[in-house]
């Protein structure tokens, strides 16, 4: 099966720019995750949408994050504006109603 | 919330040896414990999880296992090669809101040395 597919793999803005990231699940998974990954640390969880609505977003900093998942397949993430901390790879994962996260390569941003 | 610690940080092994990493959690309910390997620049895969009605699992030359009144889990590498090098994730499930997700450790970096 065709696994989890992200754009861009990798982008670089500067800071107070916005940005977003683009995941495509494996069909037929109903929870997709977007998750933050600094480097050297482990993924943080930002969102976790069952079909197209939010389940879990205590994470996201909402005052610059946002997300979305139309239709309950395709799903963006935004940052508006992005800081420099904000660098790190981002993450989109998709799992059918069994526990097992399927990842995608991953978008490095990087803010300069 | 679900706090998951992982030890070591960094773990060197000559090929052939073994290597064991271990995760502690702090949720009581968490039932499914999965460990990712994530090679340089790579998404992370799962190479073996385990759910919280077993106390042991083996694949091949890796293994598992869960004790569940201690709060810790452990992955166990037998007969190390060098394309085992990688970054290892530990991770356990924390319920929020209803919904299951995945909390993950800070991550062990295993180096093979041929």
């Known amino acids: 099966e065709a696994g989890v597919a992200q754009s861009p793999r990798y982008k670089i803005i500067e800071k107070r720019q916005s940005v977003a990231f683009w995941c495509n699940p494996i069909s037929g998974h109903a929870t997709l995750y977007w998750y933050q990954q600094i480097l050297g640390q482990g993924p943080k969880l930002l969102i976790q949408?069952?079909?197209?609505?939010?389940?879990?977003d205590s994470q996201l900093p909402k005052d610059r994050f946002s997300a979305e998942r139309l239709k309950g397949v395709d799903s963006t993430l935004k940052i508006q504006p992005a800081k420099l901390e904000d660098s790190a790879v981002y993450l989109c994962?998709?799992?059918?109603?069994?526990?097992?996260?399927?990842f995608g390569p991953g978008t490095r941003l990087t803010v300069l | 919330g679900e706090n998951v610690e992982q030890h070591p940080s960094t773990l060197s092994v000559q090929e052939g040896d073994s290597a064991v990493i271990k995760c502690t959690y702090s949720d009581s309910a968490s039932n499914y414990f999965p460990w990712y390997k994530q090679e340089l620049g790579k998404r992370p895969q799962l190479i073996i999880d385990?759910?919280?009605?077993?106390g042991e699992k083996k694949d091949q030359r890796i293994a598992v296992t869960l004790n569940k009144t201690a709060k810790h889990f452990s992955l166990h590498i037998t007969e190390t090669q060098p394309e085992d090098s990688a970054v290892y994730f530990c991770a356990a499930t924390s319920m929020n809101t209803g919904f299951q997700k995945l909390v993950f450790g800070t991550g062990t970096r295993l180096l093979v040395s041929p």
């Open positions: 994962a998709s799992s059918s109603l069994i526990d097992e996260q399927f």
């Open positions: 385990i759910r919280s009605n077993v």
């Open positions: 949408f069952q079909n197209n609505g939010v389940v879990d």
